[in-house]
């Protein structure tokens, strides 16, 4: 699967292997279970983030990957919006320290709100 990633007006495709998603299921379980204990998201504490949060997270965490090279948690965060939001096409990061402002593009084109 793709999954297109912008980062400062500067947008890639990242491949996201189907064995990625698959094989990284428990650890996205395992995600979801941190995440329902709320979540520092910038400068407000989300008590009961929503899928839409869920992925602004895991896009904050592609925003670290990217900036320390690590790849296999780059496809990780990928594989996890991914799986946790079918359609998605695009993430857009906001890398300002704001993860509510991270958008969620639908391959209709329309970000998600």
Known sequence: MQLKITIDGKTKALD????????????FRKMDGDMDKGWQMGPEFIENPDQLNRCQIAADKILVAVDTRNNKLLLLMAGYILSRLPGVSEVIIDNNGDMLSTQLIMGDGKPLH
């Open 16 to 27: 996201v292997p189907t064995t990625v998603l698959d094989d990284g299921e428990a650890f």
